[in-house]
């Protein structure tokens, strides 16, 4: 199979020691703005390229972008830093495929920032990813934070996520009578 053009240019300048890691950089960071999978592809094979040098945060602008193929494509990258923070950017863009993606790389803290993806996910109304949340392994315990959170939902008459919170909860810290009341009604 012949090179692509791409490819065939990036490794000439590859091999041209004129061109240093912060050449490549820079064409890393473009390559991720036009969301140019095969360039980024072909850059990552190479040592010049640091995958962090974008103010440390590359998982992140592609999680806040929804560039899914480039979150797939970092993800291996055994370096790469801020898999929480593009964790909690997915949640907010509601993109579903990207939380999972994320979930399944066991270096993500589904829990980091005292919960803030739940948080997120739990304010935008959206029970699909408070579902993913919840179902994670990881998810075994939410902290005091969400006391507020479960008060959050149901504020927002949202009592099928109400429902999802209540079995995690000590119900003795919950000062919501609503809340009980869900919670009365679902035999708890």
Request: glycine share 2%.
């Amino acid at each position: 199979m012949a090179e692509s053009l791409v490819a065939q240019t990036l490794n000439h300048l590859f091999e041209d020691k004129t061109f240093d890691q912060k050449f490549f950089n820079e064409v890393f960071r473009r390559a991720m703005w036009k969301n140019d999978v095969e360039t980024l592809k072909i850059l990552l094979k190479n040592k010049k390229v640091d995958p962090n040098h974008i103010n440390s945060n590359p998982i992140i602008w592609a999680a806040k972008n929804d560039h899914f193929e480039i979150v797939k494509l970092l993800l291996p990258c055994s370096d790469i830093k801020h898999i929480n923070d593009a964790l909690q950017c997915a949640t907010t863009n509601h993109n579903i495929e990207i939380v999972n993606i994320l979930l399944a790389d066991e270096r993500t803290d589904p829990t980091a920032g005292s919960n803030y993806a739940l948080r997120c996910a739990i304010n935008d109304n959206f029970i699909e990813i408070v579902k993913i949340l919840l179902a994670d392994k990881r998810m075994n315990s939410i902290d005091s934070t969400c006391d507020t959170n479960i008060e959050t939902a149901m504020n927002r008459n949202n009592t099928e996520i109400v429902k999802l919170l209540i079995p995690r909860f000590d119900m003795r810290k919950i000062y919501d009578l609503r809340i009980h009341a869900l919670a009365i009604e679902m035999g708890k």
